[in-house]
């Protein structure tokens, strides 16, 4: 059985940021705006700036870096 | 009575009456105004009064494009309203906050909405939250939804 990994821009990956940056209280839009196709990572996290005005909450391992997006 | 009895009035045979020759911008010219049409059959001096007032000042013409707004767009198109902050009606972000909304639509519903979601999605959602990479905010999210149930 191949090992399934966590990788950036996945579903899961998605959700996690989503979930994290507008709320556990939003889930449902969280989960319906992970299961969108966004382009890349940078471009979901753009998004997620436009709409909370702050940085990209969740998945702070160090693999995974946050893009401060910054003001 | 002189004169011939099929005079005046609207003649539906007449050129400017046949469909096929009203030009695709309306047949109005290009000033964006419709013409002043004689309306017969009116009492007498009634049809003169009106067509007086029709041409009395520019009436405006058909609106462009579909009266009932427009085609929906996707998530990702680009804004139609450029000076409104998308954050408008919600309680975060610049704009006005959810105050503006119409009573109707104000309801929060989200409850409802995350344990619709959580039944439908949870099953799958779990299978990532034992990776071994798998970061501890999601984790939590996890949990949250679990107690949802």
């Known amino acids: 059985m191949s090992r399934v990994a966590w990788l950036p821009g996945s579903l899961f990956d998605n959700v996690d940021k989503f979930a994290n940056s507008l709320g556990y209280q939003n889930a449902a839009i969280a989960i319906e705006l992970a299961m969108q196709s966004w382009e890349s990572p940078e471009d979901r996290n753009a998004f997620i700036y436009a709409i909370t005005g702050d940085n990209i909450q969740g998945g702070t391992e160090s693999k995974y870096p946050i893009r401060n997006l910054g003001r | ?149």
């Not at chain 2, 344990?115 to 939590?140: E, F, G, H, I, W």
């Open chain 2, 1 to 149: 009575m002189a004169g011939n009895e099929n005079s005046g009035g609207n003649r539906p045979t007449a050129p400017q009456n046949n469909p096929a020759n009203i030009s695709a911008t309306g047949g109005a010219g290009q000033s964006g105004t419709q013409p002043a049409r004689y309306i017969s059959g009116m009492p007498y001096g009634q049809g003169q009064e009106l067509m007086a007032q029709q041409t009395s000042a520019p009436m405006s013409g058909a609106p462009e494009g579909p009266i009932f707004g427009k085609q929906l767009g996707s998530l990702l198109d680009p804004t139609n309203n450029p000076s409104e902050p998308v954050t408008a009606g919600v309680d975060m972000g610049p704009g006005p906050g959810s105050d503006i909304l119409p009573k109707n639509i104000s309801a929060d519903t989200r409850l409802d909405e995350n344990k619709m979601v959580v039944q439908k999605y949870l099953p799958t959602l779990l299978q990532a939250a034992n990776l071994p990479d798998t970061p501890d905010s999601y984790k939590r999210f996890i949990n949250y939804l679990l107690e949802q149930q």
